[in-house]
């Protein structure tokens, strides 16, 4: 951390959740029935069940909508350089359209040479309850 804002954030993420009437604990979801697999964004199947995306086409033209299902954080949390990307398949190959994530910025004070990281961006998707 160089600046206010801290690089893992998912704790703090987790205790807004639950001060907003979320109800699991972090090892009821990452660790269910006591299984120490400690499930998150290695584990395909479990991460593809905790986005909810939506699509709607009106002629040439489509949007989407992302949710977080069942998250009691950020998604994505924990590391700054994770992201999700939502990418879609035309004429065999994939396109980003979006990328969901925290981007950061660092500035230089010139003055006392201290190195400043703060978020520039953050899209990560929220959690519901």
Same mark, same amino acid.
């Given at each position: 951390?160089? @600046?206010? /804002?801290?690089? #893992?954030? /998912?704790?703090?993420? +987790?205790?807004? +959740? #639950?001060?907003?009437?979320?109800? !699991?604990? $972090?090892?009821? $979801?990452?660790? =269910?029935?006591?299984?120490?697999? &400690?499930? @998150?964004?290695?584990?395909?199947? +479990? %991460?593809?069940?905790?986005?909810?995306?939506? !699509?709607?086409?009106?002629?040439?033209?489509? /949007? &989407?909508? !992302?949710?977080?299902?069942?998250?009691?954080?950020?998604? =994505?949390?924990?590391?700054? &350089?994770?992201?999700?990307?939502? *990418?879609?398949?035309? @004429? @065999?190959? +994939?396109?980003?359209?979006?990328?969901?994530?925290?981007? &950061?910025?660092?500035? %230089?004070?010139?003055?006392?040479?201290?190195?400043?990281? *703060?978020?520039?961006?953050? /899209?990560? %998707?929220? =959690?519901?309850?």
């Amino acid at each position: 951390r160089f @600046g206010e /804002t801290l690089m #893992q954030s /998912t704790v703090s993420e +987790w205790r807004a +959740w #639950q001060a907003d009437g979320g109800k !699991a604990a $972090c090892v009821d $979801c990452h660790m =269910p029935k006591g299984a120490h697999s &400690f499930r @998150g964004a290695h584990d395909r199947d +479990w %991460l593809r069940d905790s986005v909810r995306v939506r !699509a709607k086409r009106r002629g040439e033209r489509a /949007t &989407f909508a !992302a949710e977080s299902i069942g998250v009691g954080h950020h998604l =994505p949390s924990g590391d700054l &350089f994770r992201n999700i990307t939502l *990418e879609v398949e035309e @004429g @065999g190959s +994939w396109r980003t359209i979006d990328r969901m994530g925290r981007e &950061f910025a660092v500035t %230089l004070n010139e003055e006392t040479g201290d190195a400043t990281k *703060e978020v520039s961006s953050d /899209t990560s %998707l929220r =959690p519901g309850i």
